[in-house]
């Protein structure tokens, strides 16, 4: 299984975005995880729209877009317009996650489910033949910088299992509190792209970290 690290944009320094990504485009990093977090679904307020758009100018790289917010099919396709790669919104936050799916789809990207650290696998069966991700929270969404849960363990290869019948190409990515310390064993259950702020960001040479995660 491939392994891809996915640097969370959130903890990068705001004052110097173009710098962050610059650094982000010479690195190992395959992906670029953006946080958008609303203030209702989340208690926290991230960004949207207008800080997207040099963050994609910016970068060629595969931009993963995580909503953490309240009815986002009402936004998923000004998502798919701002350039994400793949959409990710939460179980937790819709009413209709098939009208998500569908939207997302139609207007040209992947499409990722996720879901908070209390919500049981078994929420995401009817769901897995017809999405390409499952994200996997490790931590309670809303802030960077917390412990990793280490039940999501558990959770990934769980999913793994689930998705051997109803979807083998379902990529598993985990979120929160990942570093080199417990990357290998997340992509030994089956995960195969592991978001990480503050490891990255935090890093005295976070090209280094990012290769460190790979190797874990
Ligand atoms: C939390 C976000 C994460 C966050 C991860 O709600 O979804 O992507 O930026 O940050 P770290 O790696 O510091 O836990
Ligand atoms: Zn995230």
Redesign the pocket.
């Known amino acids: 299984m491939q392994r891809i690290i996915a640097p969370?944009v959130?903890?990068a320094d705001f004052g110097h975005l173009e710098r962050d990504i610059r650094m982000l485009n010479d690195s190992r990093a395959e992906w670029i995880?953006i946080?958008v977090?609303d203030g209702v679904f989340?208690p926290n307020i991230s960004f949207g729209f207008p800080v997207m758009k040099p963050i994609r100018q910016a970068s060629p790289k595969f931009m993963d877009v995580?909503l953490?917010i309240i009815d986002p099919e009402k936004y998923v396709e000004r998502f798919v317009e701002a350039g994400s790669d793949l959409v990710t919104f939460h179980l937790e936050a819709t009413k209709d996650p098939r009208k998500c799916i569908d939207l997302i789809r139609k207007a040209g990207a992947k499409v990722g489910i996720s879901i908070k650290p209390a919500t049981p696998i078994e929420d995401l069966k009817e769901w897995l033949s017809d999405i390409d991700l499952v994200l996997v929270?490790s931590?309670e969404?809303?802030?960077?910088?917390?412990s990793f849960m280490p039940h999501s363990i558990e959770k990934v290869a769980g999913i793994r299992k689930m998705a051997e019948t109803l979807n083998p190409n379902l990529m598993i990515e985990v979120?929160?509190?990942?570093s080199s310390k417990n990357a290998r064993l997340l992509f030994d259950a089956g995960a195969e792209a592991l978001?990480?702020?503050?490891?990255v960001f935090k890093a005295e040479d976070p090209k280094q970290e990012i290769i460190n995660m790979l190797n874990a």
């Open positions: 969370s959130l903890s995880h946080d977090m989340v995580h953490m929270m931590v969404p809303g802030f960077g910088g917390q979120d929160g509190g990942i978001v990480a702020g503050s490891a």
